[in-house]
């Protein structure tokens, strides 16, 4: 079965110190990947997404994500964090070529990221 | 800028009561999600639609169902509320099917308590 994992519920890093969210998948093919970002209170922001070529994607708000095919993974990362990249974090999947039609993205159960000042 | 708007931000029912929420989007997008967000799961897939009177299941279709009549309104439907349906539904949109590689835009959501 096709899945996602984000395997932390929780990150906490201090504010100027690089940050790391991790995220694994199992899904057939060369998949779509993408990461959301969501805001207290708000819906989720598109942050980047990777569907081919170079491996490290850059995306909104200085973050980046690394695709590592032989671990299955696509990591979000950014340097240096800011207090304000505090929310909760999905990793979403797509596999390129549907089934049954179904385009649908699996999404991760989401990463709250806090960052301390 | 891309728009998706949510009829509302909170609202609360009662059990039994048929619930209307609706989200309309201002891009002309073909594709049309509905999910409810719960702490721990994540985004559960309810129904989606890829086109104007078009609609399929997601992964949690029971107790729900969604109307498109017009390209930018899709609306999900909860036929008899319960209390297992207090949650946090999000809309979506996307550009059409066939182009798997597009993100989804979002509304802020709903907030919705069943009583």
């Known amino acids: 079965a096709q899945s996602v994992a984000q395997p932390e519920d929780q990150v906490n890093v201090a504010e100027g110190n690089p940050l790391t969210v991790k995220c694994t998948y199992s899904?057939?093919?060369?998949?779509?990947l993408f990461w959301y970002v969501q805001y207290p209170n708000r819906g989720l922001q598109f942050l980047l997404k990777?569907?081919?070529?170079d491996n490290l994607v850059k995306g909104s708000y200085g973050f980046e994500a690394e695709f590592n095919k032989s671990q299955t993974s696509f990591h979000l990362k950014k340097p240096s964090a800011l207090v304000s990249d505090s929310a909760l974090y999905f990793c979403?999947?797509?596999?390129?070529?549907?089934?049954?039609?179904?385009?649908?993205?699996?999404w991760g159960a989401g990463t709250k990221l806090i960052i301390k000042p | 800028d891309v728009k998706v708007t949510q009829s509302s931000r909170y609202l609360v029912k009662r059990t039994g009561e048929k619930v209307f929420l609706e989200c309309v989007q201002d891009?002309?997008?073909?594709?049309m999600f509905w999910y409810r967000q719960d702490p721990g799961l994540g985004l559960r897939l309810i129904y989606f639609?890829?086109?104007?009177?078009?609609?399929e299941k997601g992964d949690i279709p029971e107790g729900y169902s969604v109307s498109r009549e017009k390209k930018e309104r899709f609306s999900l439907i909860l036929e008899s509320a319960s209390t297992n349906q207090t949650s946090m539904y999000l809309c979506?949109?996307?550009?059409?099917?066939?182009?798997?590689?597009?993100?989804?835009?979002f509304g802020d959501g709903t907030r919705l308590s069943i009583l």
């Open positions: 979403a999947v797509r596999a390129p070529i549907p089934m049954d039609s179904n385009y649908q993205l699996i």
């Open positions: 899904v057939s093919g060369n998949p779509y």
């Open positions: 990777y569907i081919t070529g």
């Open positions: 891009m002309d997008h073909e594709n």
């Open positions: 639609s890829y086109d104007v009177k078009m609609k």
């Open positions: 979506a949109s996307s550009l059409w099917v066939g182009v798997s590689n597009q993100p989804q835009h």
